[in-house]
C-alpha cells in the first residue's frame, strides 16, 4: 500500500549574517543569504549558496510522532502492523489499553487510533476487547498468559502479556473460603467438590483446611501433620514436642493449656527450646510442672 505524505516543517532555517570575506584582490561586506540557498548577486559578483544536508527523519515518543523533513512530498509503504501494550500485563478483573502502530518501510513507526483496528481475544482469561482497544481481564487462579489480536488494513499481529492473580481466593467455585485457589485446582481440578476446605478426600483424619496450612499433600494418606510427646531423660520437669513436617515457609507456635473445655484459653509456651532435624521440629517444655498439661501446635502460613 503506498501512501503519499505531504511535509509539515516544524521549524524555520536561518543562515543569518555571513562574515565578512576578504583576499589581496577585494573585499565583500557581511549580507545575508536570505534566498534559502538560492542564488544571490551583486554589482560586482554572484553567489549560488547550499542549505546543507537539512533532510532527515525526526521523532518523539510521546505522542507519537514522526516528521520527515526536507521533501517536498515522501512516498512510504506500510509493511505491518505492531501491538504495545504498557505495562505488558494486566491486573484480573481490570483494564488494560492497547496500542497499535503501522510499521512502515523506512523503519519508523506511524501511531494508529485503536478504534482503527478490529480486536480479538486470540488466546487466554480475557473477557473482551472493546472497539476502542480496551482490553479486560476475567478472573484467574495464577497468572496467566493472555495473546489479543489486531487487524488493521490487511496485516495482523499478536500482542502476548500476562494476567496477573492478585487475590488468591477468588476463583470461581473455589472463592472465598480460605484456600488459596491455585493449590485447590493443583489437587483437585477446578469445580471439584472434593477440594472443599472441611473436606478429607484422603481420609486421614486431616481436612483440607488443615493439609492446605500445614503444607500437606491432600490426596495422600500417607502425608500427616504427626506429633507426639516425649519425657527428657534425668529430667522429669521437662518434656520434648516433637512434630513433623515442618517447612520454612510455615511459622510453628506451641501453645499449651491446663485444661480443656469451652472457654479455653490457650497461651505460648515460654521458654521453649527449639531442635530441628530435617523435616522435624523438637520443642522443649523446659517446666511441665503442672499436674495436667495439654499442648497444641499453631501453623501460620504467610
Known amino acids: 500500500m503506498k501512501t503519499f505524505l505531504t511535509p509539515i516543517f516544524l521549524g524555520a532555517l536561518a543562515l543569518g549574517s555571513a562574515v565578512a570575506g576578504t583576499s589581496t584582490d577585494y573585499a565583500t561586506n557581511p549580507q545575508s543569504l536570505d534566498a534559502g540557498g538560492q542564488r544571490t548577486s551583486s554589482t560586482n559578483y554572484t553567489s549560488d549558496a547550499s542549505m546543507g544536508g537539512v533532510a532527515g527523519i525526526s521523532a518523539v515518543v510521546s505522542p507519537a510522532e514522526t516528521a520527515k523533513q526536507g521533501y517536498i512530498g515522501q512516498l512510504y509503504e506500510v509493511t505491518g502492523l505492531a501491538l504495545a501494550a504498557t505495562p505488558a500485563t494486566i491486573d484480573e478483573g481490570l483494564t488494560r489499553q492497547l496500542a497499535a502502530q503501522a510499521a512502515l518501510d523506512d523503519a519508523t513507526f506511524l501511531a494508529l487510533n485503536p478504534t482503527a483496528v478490529a480486536w480479538s481475544v486470540l488466546t487466554g482469561p480475557l473477557t473482551g476487547i472493546n472497539a476502542a482497544g480496551v482490553a479486560t481481564a476475567g478472573l484467574v487462579y495464577q497468572n496467566t498468559p493472555a495473546t489479543a489480536r489486531g487487524i488493521w488494513g490487511g496485516f495482523s499481529a499478536d500482542l502476548g502479556f500476562t494476567v496477573l492473580d492478585i487475590n488468591p481466593d477468588n476463583f470461581g467455585s473455589y472463592a472465598g473460603d480460605g484456600i488459596d485457589d491455585s493449590w485447590q485446582v493443583q489437587y483437585f481440578g477446578l469445580n471439584n467438590p472434593d477440594a472443599a476446605p472441611a473436606k478429607d478426600p484422603d481420609g486421614d483424619g486431616q481436612n483440607n483446611q488443615f493439609e492446605f496450612a500445614a503444607g500437606l499433600v491432600p490426596t495422600d494418606p500417607l502425608s500427616r501433620f504427626l506429633f507426639r510427646i516425649e519425657l527428657v531423660p534425668g529430667f522429669p520437669n ?17 501453645l499449651t493449656a491446663t485444661t480443656l473445655g469451652a472457654g479455653i484459653t490457650w497461651q505460648p509456651l515460654a521458654g521453649g527450646i527449639v531442635q530441628d532435624n ?16 495439654f499442648y497444641r501446635i499453631e501453623i501460620t502460613k504467610p
Not at 521437662?238 to 506451641?254: A, E, G
Not at 523435616?279 to 517444655?285: A, G, I, K, Y
Open 278 to 293: 530435617g523435616s522435624e521440629r523438637t520443642v522443649t517444655d523446659p517446666a511441665a510442672t503442672n499436674t495436667q498439661e
Open 238 to 254: 521437662k518434656k520434648n514436642l516433637v512434630f513433623s513436617p515442618r517447612f520454612v515457609t510455615r511459622t510453628y507456635t506451641v
